[in-house]
């Protein structure tokens, strides 16, 4: 039955539900992170390394998948990624201590991080060109809504069981995905591949690892004034040094320059960049904002934050349609200025926005990103020879990774220092010589010299300077998805296929 259309269908399906299990968890514990936060004593920095250890890991590990894949065979590895996961998404639901919680994060990155491209590497091989487009456009909804409706069901599971459960999910998902490969996958085995450049690698996994350290740790160590963040840097840029040496001068490198000399693969990896910097950086933003500042509960924000997901699955059922015959550029064109427009409409949130003007905008924004995603995963492939596409998979699941957890850390911590900055400007004026807190009803409240009106102030400006700080956060991501818009302005026209009858999606699993 394994080599049957009905065994492909099986298969691919269990292949597409492990990668959606893994994109799920970059984005599921966001709105369980105050819950968290207060189980493992952790402050409200150390709590986003829960996400950040967990993003970095999977990049990281991204890098030699090619190599490795090709070496032990795809469905092997898959196998051992998919019971790996399981394994410590089980452990990561019994941590104890903020500790435990980073090592198990970490370890479930480093399973999960061959999901993804060995998906994507798995599902291109199977079907023809004409029928890409619908395959893709259904890969690419389940690896954008992983980490759209991850809020909506970790706020489901949270509110109705406890925050644990966000990670034993993924327990009786991976089990069907493990059984469902091991009996339908069947994968031919390969060559054993050239020698893998582990010194280029290695020096790129410091390279990252450091500066991620140092963008995590930089808000609490107060930046360059610490010698830890120092040395962190200078790793950060010692190890991107050496790997760009490296690729530019060995024979074959562990990142290929055959994949370089693409340029659809160069444009795609870009657009990929910029993405990931937006879909996890307002994942990880929203759900502390509309709980901490709107007074939302768990439950609720993960509901407000649905359409989001909803209009990246909508788009995208569409877009498969057509993406295969059509300029995609106009595509991608129309979706970075829905998605420009979505952010600038954030920049302008307060906690008392109506929840009807909140879900329509995180809904267009889910539409904007269907736009982009789908064609740019294909144009990145499009030219590719089907030699590099597992290599190319890889490349472009990294660098989408390494967006995502430079997204998080470096919004996070702008949000931080900017609370900082706006909670200095504004409590200037609740001093003893502000009048206005000294008569009336203020004086009896609001006092400065009182120990309550000074708790009670404190709450108030807080508040302030955060709703604020929240502002300038949103307005830097419009300006980071600028870069969007110009790429895709300057893609080469590409049309993969002529005009012709379309492709029914069910037929696209067969």
Not at 396 to 414: D, H, K, M
Request: net charge neutral; proline share 5%; charged share 10%.
């Amino acid at each position: 039955m394994r080599d049957t259309p009905l065994g492909l269908r099986i298969a691919i399906v269990c292949v597409m539900l492990g990668m959606f299990m893994q994109m799920l968890d970059t984005t599921i514990a966001n709105v369980a992170l105050p819950y968290m936060q207060g189980s493992l004593q952790a402050s409200h920095d150390q709590i986003t390394w829960v996400l950040t250890s967990y993003v970095i890991a999977s990049a990281i590990l991204t890098g030699p998948v090619g190599w490795v894949s090709a070496r032990f065979g795809r469905r092997e590895i898959f196998l051992v990624s998919l019971v790996g996961f399981t394994i410590t998404s089980a452990m990561c639901g019994l941590a104890q201590t903020l500790d435990q919680m980073i090592v198990f994060r970490l370890l479930q990155g480093a399973f999960g991080a061959a999901l993804s491209p060995l998906s994507q590497a798995i599902i291109i091989d199977r079907y023809p060109l004409e029928k890409r487009g619908q395959i893709m456009a259904i890969w690419s909804m389940i690896i954008m809504l992983g980490p759209i409706l991850g809020p909506t069901l970790g706020g489901f599971l949270t509110d109705h069981y406890s925050w644990r459960w966000v990670f034993y999910v993924n327990v009786p998902v991976g089990i069907i995905s493990t059984a469902g490969v091991f009996l339908f996958l069947h994968e031919a085995r390969h060559d054993t591949p050239p020698r893998f450049d582990w010194f280029g690698f290695i020096a790129l996994s410091v390279g990252l690892g450091a500066l991620q350290l140092m963008l995590d740790r930089g808000t609490t160590k107060d930046w360059f004034d610490s010698l830890e963040i120092i040395v962190e840097a200078v790793l950060a840029g010692l190890g991107l040094y050496i790997f760009t040496v490296q690729i530019l001068t060995i024979n074959k490198p562990f990142l290929r320059l055959d994949l370089l000399k693409d340029k659809n693969y160069r444009s795609g990896l870009m657009l990929v960049f910029f993405v990931g910097i937006i879909l996890l950086a307002t994942s990880a933003l929203l759900p502390p904002f509309l709980q901490t500042l709107g007074g939302y509960s768990v439950m609720d924000t993960g509901l407000l934050l649905a359409p989001r997901g909803l209009g990246t699955m909508v788009t995208m059922l569409f877009v498969g349609r057509i993406v295969m015959r059509v300029d995609s550029r106009g595509l991608m064109a129309f979706g970075a200025s829905i998605l420009i427009w979505s952010l600038w409409e954030m920049s302008r949130w307060t906690p008392d926005i109506d929840s009807q003007r909140l879900a329509f905008t995180t809904f267009m924004q889910g539409v904007g990103m269907g736009f982009i995603f789908v064609p740019s995963n294909i144009y990145a492939f499009a030219t590719l020879p089907q030699a590099l596409r597992t290599d190319g998979a890889s490349i472009i699941n990294l660098v989408r990774n390494v967006g995502s957890a430079i997204g998080v850390s470096v919004t996070t911590t702008f949000l931080s220092n900017n609370t900082q900055i706006m909670y200095a400007q504004l409590s200037v004026h609740a001093s003893p010589f502000n009048r206005a807190l000294g008569v009336n009803a203020p004086s009896l409240f609001l006092n400065p010299q009182m120990p309550l009106g000074v708790s009670i102030l404190h709450g108030m400006v807080l508040q302030q300077a955060t709703i604020a700080a929240y502002a300038d956060v949103f307005l830097l991501m419009f300006y980071i998805s600028l870069p969007i818009l110009i790429l895709i302005l300057f893609l080469q026209k590409t049309v993969l296929l002529p005009a012709a009858a379309p492709v029914n999606e069910m037929e696209a699993l067969e």
